[in-house]
């Protein structure tokens, strides 16, 4: 059987993006290389970009409707494979329209606006449950932005260090660090200050716990989203 054979894709995923196709081109060509052409409508009809498709988990995949386990482990080893920035911006926004913006899903704006999330700060409270009760139903749509926020809860806990840090540098007198360049996958994109380079491991959300001397510490509950 194919999905047995330990046949691996041959697509350059990169190389298709740099070419300039667009992104259902560059998936259409992924899955037809594997021999899983069927599986197109679903993650269409999820709302999956291929960024985002390549932290998927077997769970997603199986939300989605890929219920052969065969298949499911086929795919989640090719997702592993990709090595694909996730889209997800390395800097904090200056506000919800920014950030949707460079989510491509500029289509939420109004929703998030009148639920009352009218900056990046109130963002950060929204859970899964919440985006299914405004009415943000694709799930490939509630993966990115549930990734995105555990992006910006990393960065305003990062920023909280970085802030008690140069505290510290300027009492003893100490030069500031100097910043990092502008990741190559920014260049020319609105907005926005750039961050630390792209982040390759699984994005982590924490419930930050304080020390006595009041700064954040970045252990607690920790919660993984491929």
């Excluded at 047995?4 to 995923?13: F, R």
């Excluded at 949707?100 to 990046?120: A, F, H, P």
């Excluded at 020390?211 to 919660?223: H, I, K, M, Q, V």
Aim: hydrophobic share 35%.
């Amino acid at each position: 059987r194919l999905e047995e054979s330990g046949y691996a894709s041959t697509i350059n995923v990169h190389e298709l993006f740099q070419a300039g196709l667009a992104d259902e081109a560059v998936l259409r060509a992924w899955l037809a290389d594997l021999h899983f052409e069927e599986y197109l409508p679903l993650f269409v009809d999820a709302g999956y970009d291929m960024p985002t498709i390549s932290r998927m988990t077997p769970e997603d995949l199986t939300a989605v409707g890929i219920t052969k386990p065969a298949h499911r482990k086929r795919l989640k080893s090719e997702l592993s494979k990709l090595h694909i920035h996730d889209g997800i911006p390395d800097f904090k926004p200056v506000d919800v329209a920014e950030w949707l913006q460079l989510l491509n899903l500029m289509e939420y704006t109004t929703t998030l606006l009148s639920q009352g999330y009218s900056d990046i700060e109130s963002v950060t409270d929204i859970t899964w449950e919440d985006l299914e009760e405004i009415g943000i139903k694709k799930l490939g749509h509630q993966k990115k932005i549930m990734l995105a926020l555990g992006r910006l809860k990393r960065l305003h806990s990062s920023g909280k260090r970085l802030s008690s840090a140069d505290r510290r540098a300027s009492s003893e007198l100490l030069e500031p660090a100097s910043s990092y360049p502008t990741p190559k996958w920014l260049e020319g994109s609105s907005g926005g200050s750039p961050g630390p380079p792209p982040h390759q491991d699984h994005v982590i959300i924490t419930r930050p716990r304080r020390s006595p001397s009041g700064d954040a510490l970045n252990t607690g509950e920790l919660r993984t989203f491929q």
